[in-house]
T-cell receptor, first 111, second 117 residues
Framework: GENVEQHPSTLSVQEGDSAVIKCTYS??????FPWYKQELGKRPQLIID?????GEKKDQRIAVTLNKTAKHFSLHITETQPEDSAVYFC??????????FGTGTRLLVSP | GAVVSQHPSWVICKSGTSVKIECRSL??????MFWYRQFPKQSLMLMAT?????????EQGVEKDKFLINHASLTLSTLTVTSAHPEDSSFYIC?????????????FGPGTRLTVL
């Protein structure tokens, strides 16, 4: 089955810096890669996703890149703000199979 | 966007009692619902997948007799934790999909925090 690894587990940056979170997956059949932001005690919220037929997708300060050959995908947040502080999860899914989550990255943005 | 609700948002119960958690899709029909459990500072772990009108598929290591899942309609799934014990204390989150809408579109409920005394 699919296995998703996520790094780093914690990431501290200064406000305005960029943050990068990286994930690797094992199942070459995976074709959908969402990223979720979860604040303490709340539901995961989808912030961006990418399909396997696209190499990069951007939405304002957030971008995701996908390298299918290496089975890597990454989340890039530019101009970080304190409100970006949260736990971020990557995930991978093959077709109609179950979504498999990474272990999470705790991002702390200091003012 | 699609909305998924959960009830209750939190519950405290005594050891040995059963607790039922409801998950509803409010503005769409969910052919498939997923139940996750999340311990503090950990990732979401899938417990089971349920398709409307059929038995749930449980992940390895999840006791089907302890975590009863019912998905009787396209808008409601329930998770019953039977004979709850303190180690069952966790954050339970449901998620719903309408497979007729394609591969994407998996929406999460707000979660239920269960504390077993």
């Amino acid at each position: 089955g699919e296995n998703v690894e996520q790094h780093p587990s914690t990431l501290s940056v200064q406000e305005g810096d960029s943050a990068v979170i990286k994930c690797t997956y094992s199942d070459s059949a995976s074709n959908y890669f969402p990223w979720y932001k979860q604040e303490l005690g709340k539901r995961p919220q989808l912030i961006i996703d990418i399909r396997s037929n696209v190499g990069e997708k951007k939405d304002q300060r957030i971008a995701v890149t996908l390298n299918k050959t290496a089975k890597h995908f990454s989340l890039h947040i530019t101009e970080t703000q304190p409100e970006d502080s949260a736990v971020y999860f990557c995930a991978a899914r093959a077709g109609f199979q179950k979504l498999v989550f990474g272990t999470g990255t705790r991002l702390l943005v200091s003012p | 966007g699609a909305v998924v609700s959960q009830h209750p948002s939190w519950v405290i119960c005594k050891s040995g009692t059963s607790v039922k958690i409801e998950c509803r899709s409010l503005d769409f029909q969910a052919t498939t619902m997923f139940w996750y459990r999340q311990f503090p500072k950990q990732s979401l772990m899938l417990m089971a997948t349920s398709n409307e009108g059929s038995k749930a598929t449980y992940e390895q290591g999840v006791e089907k007799d302890k975590f009863l899942i019912n998905h009787a309609s396209l808008t409601l799934s329930t998770l019953t934790v039977t004979s709850a014990h303190p180690e069952d204390s966790s954050f339970y989150i449901c998620s719903a999909r309408d497979l007729r809408q394609g591969e994407e579109g998996q929406f999460f409920g707000p979660g239920t925090r269960l504390t077993v005394l």
